[in-house]
């Protein structure tokens, strides 16, 4: 049986864009930018561009080029992701002051992902209070991440392990034919 997870995935993932428009929040003008370690995060290849983001780990949300808000004021800014049972979650950060970078205005926020986060599912950052705004997306109206498994070995021990399999198998099938 082939592996369906990337097909799974990408049908998750265009149901959720089909239903973004559902929610209540508006797409504000802040555009969202996910780091870790200071560097971009990884995106999906191809219309979406989600940012890939993986379990347990910490990263930097910010989103930047917001004019509903002028400099110094204290907004909300809300993780939401689905939780392994399919349960909708939100992570709150309140009381986050809007701040200056040059000549945009950005709000940001440091977030771990959750332990229960469900793969293959989109999650969204909204910012505001009331009205609540959708963090846009650079490639796409909305901007969203998906989690991902986390691979141990990293992308080189896991095409490191792929190679010394595929060298296994050649010489196992080489001493059968003798």
Not at 136 to 161: M, Q, R, Y
Request: contains cysteine; proline residues 3%.
């Amino acid at each position: 049986m082939k592996n369906r997870t990337p097909l799974i995935c990408g049908l998750a993932l265009f149901a959720a864009v089909l239903l973004v428009p559902l929610a209540l929040a508006g797409v504000g003008t802040g555009v969202l930018r996910m780091y870790l370690g200071g560097t971009e995060v990884d995106r999906e290849a191809g219309g979406s561009q989600a940012y890939l983001v993986e379990v347990g780990n910490t990263y930097t949300i910010k989103v930047v080029g917001i004019t509903e808000f002028k400099e110094g004021n204290l907004v909300k800014v809300k993780v939401a992701w689905t939780d392994t049972a399919g349960n909708p979650q939100t992570d709150v950060f309140d009381n986050v002051e809007v701040k200056r970078d040059g000549t945009k205005l950005y709000v940001q926020v440091a977030w771990t992902v959750p332990t229960s986060a469900k793969y293959c599912e989109t999650g969204t950052v909204h910012y505001g209070s009331k009205p609540d705004y959708i963090a846009a997306g650079v490639f796409s109206e909305v901007g969203h991440f998906h989690v991902i498994p986390e691979i141990t070995l990293g992308s080189l021990g896991a095409v490191a392990l792929f190679l010394s399999t595929l060298g296994l198998f050649a010489v196992h099938k080489k001493r059968r034919m003798h």
